[in-house]
């Protein structure tokens, strides 16, 4: 946030920072996710994020020292998801030191303490709990000659994580590494898009997929036609909120939700009073919270969750190039007989020992039972 007794001291700032980029090596070229064309310094070592859940990102591609460039970022990762927090704090203990920028939101964060950092690059997601695309903090960066690089892993989860892929990799010269992960997650997504090609016209099964359920403030909170609503229609099915929900994000009433009858009943969480998932989470408790969720008043009488087609997902895979295995997931579950031979938790295995230092570990889908 942009106070006016801080011009001053941005001004002072912005004077050592433009000078000081002046006398920096030569940039290259990268297109971010908005077709920017950004002037990137050739060799990035100071990397400020707008959200701190974008680290996972970079665990792809730094895989060994996912927090080596990492010199500010928000507090969200530890205020929305403590597991995978105290996770990477568990192995990274420096991480609990790194400065923050903000706490969970684009009016928390400071630009002035940005510019403190003396970053080499900033990287901001186009929506959500940092600086967007129309960010005075973006613009105030820009100025001061520092490159700015927005990414999307949740407004257009498939495009959004192969655009970003990319540019991450072109600005941390990590080309090679983000190009074999791309490969690995369009081999996969292929696999999915083939079968569902193989359909017969006719109605797709109904999905109705509940974020942050019993955690946030009421029932309903939904998806819409992008975000992982992009993914329901990507795997076979229809998302019961598309025609009224027109964003990645939204809410529809419970009687909405009751008459639309879902064949598929999907709920996501990683933190209480809701659905626990995530890093470290036990399938114990991963189930004690899900059977929770699903006897709220609410939706108990929905015929998915009586006949047992309810499941849970780790809430962050919608803003994740971890999605993918959400995606597998969710095709499994829309799509039982045609998905059968479809394995989320070999995915994630060969996930684990290709592309990440510190594994994904832990419970981070879930089933429901038959009433």
């Known amino acids: 946030m942009l106070k006016p007794r801080n011009f001053l001291k941005l001004g002072a700032l912005f004077a050592v920072l433009i000078l000081g980029h002046a006398e920096t090596a030569a940039a290259h070229e990268v297109t971010d996710v908005l077709g920017r064309k950004v002037e990137v310094p050739d060799h990035v070592q100071r990397v400020v994020l707008g959200e701190g859940r974008l680290i996972s990102a970079f665990a792809l591609l ?38 923050l920028i903000g706490q969970a939101s684009e009016q928390s964060v400071s630009a002035e303490e940005i510019l403190s950092l003396k970053p080499d690059l900033a990287v901001f997601s186009i929506s959500g709990h940092g600086p967007t695309e129309h960010s005075p903090v973006a613009d105030v960066l820009a100025k001061a000659g520092i ?68 955690a946030w403030q009421a029932p309903g909170h939904t998806t819409g036609k992008s975000g992982m609503g992009e993914v329901i229609k990507l795997v076979g099915g229809r998302n019961i909120a598309a025609d009224v929900v027109p964003g990645a994000l939204g809410d529809i009433s419970v009687e909405y939700a009751l008459k639309a009858d879902p064949d598929v009943y999907v709920a996501t969480g990683n933190h209480t009073p809701g659905l626990i998932l995530g890093a470290g989470v036990s399938n114990k408790d991963a189930q004690a919270a899900f059977d929770t969720v699903l006897a709220r008043p609410e939706f108990v009488n929905l015929r998915a969750i009586r006949e047992g087609n309810a499941h849970g997902l780790w809430h962050d895979f919608y803003n994740s190039p971890y999605n993918l295995l959400a995606i597998e997931a969710l095709a499994k579950w829309v799509h039982p007989e045609l998905f059968a031979k479809l394995d989320p938790q070999a995915t994630m295995e060969a996930m684990n020992q290709q592309f990440l230092g510190m594994p994904l570990q832990g419970a981070y889908w879930i089933d429901g039972k038959a009433k």
Do not use: C
Not at 65 to 74: D, E, S, T
Not at 161 to 171: C, D, E, K, R, Y
């Open 62 to 99: 730094d895989k060994d020292a996912p927090f080596q460039r990492i010199v500010g970022w928000q507090n969200d990762l530890k205020l929305l998801d403590a597991h995978t927090y105290n996770a990477y704090v568990a192995k990274f203990p420096t991480v609990k030191d790194i400065p």
């Open 147 to 214: 490159a700015v690089l927005f990414v999307d892993f949740r407004i257009n989860p498939v495009q959004g994580t192969h655009t970003s892929m990319t540019a991450l990799g072109q600005a941390l010269g990590r080309e090679t590494q983000a190009k074999a992960f791309l490969d690995f997650y369009d081999q996969h997504i292929k696999v999915i898009t083939d079968a569902v090609a193989t359909l017969p016209a006719g109605p797709r099964p109904s999905v109705f997929l509940e974020l942050l359920a019993g």
